[in-house]
């Protein structure tokens, strides 16, 4: 499939041929659903790309979103979010899964960082055990207070 993004959106074979192993750039890599692009997303994937040389963000697809947050979601179609992550300056690189979780993802990927936000525990962070097991690290960086998508969400059904 083709996303609005152009270069900045790749499948994941496609990413894997260009940033896999051996590679000379520090990857960071972090992943989300990011259905309501808000400033404190833009903070966290700002303070991720710090961390190295390429940001590769793994985005949820809408499936991947609709069984884990229901019927309804996304709020925002694949296509649409991953057009406002690759504008970003701060993100190198989109690539969607289907799957419940980004592991298989990251065992292929094994990027150099694998971040989260300070809403997850280290022990939470799925794909931590194989990203340390290659070398790598994990990171939680702190939470942007004040800026939550379930927040925003209740604000507009309070306003309806």
């Known amino acids: 499939m083709t996303l609005p993004g152009g270069h900045r959106t790749l499948s994941r074979d496609t990413l894997l041929v260009r940033f896999g192993w051996p590679r000379e750039r520090r990857l960071v890599f972090t992943n989300g659903c990011f259905e309501l692009l808000h400033p404190g997303h833009v903070e966290y994937l700002t303070q991720a790309r710090a961390l190295g040389d390429v940001?590769?963000?793994?985005?949820?697809?809408?499936?991947?979103?609709?069984?884990?947050?229901?019927?309804?979601?996304?709020?925002?179609?694949?296509a649409d979010r991953a057009a406002v992550l690759a504008a970003l300056r701060s993100v190198d690189v989109v690539t969607l899964f289907d799957e419940d979780t980004p592991l298989e993802l990251i065992s292929a990927l094994l990027p150099d960082v694998l971040v989260k936000g300070g809403d997850y525990d280290l022990d939470e962070i799925v794909g931590r055990e194989a990203v340390e097991r290659a070398g790598g690290e994990v990171r939680v960086l702190p939470f942007v207070e004040g800026y939550s998508t379930t927040e925003i969400m209740t604000r507009l059904k309070e306003t309806q």
């Open 55 to 78: 940001l590769v963000v793994g985005l949820n697809s809408d499936a991947s979103v609709r069984r884990l947050k229901g019927a309804g979601r996304p709020l925002v179609e694949e």
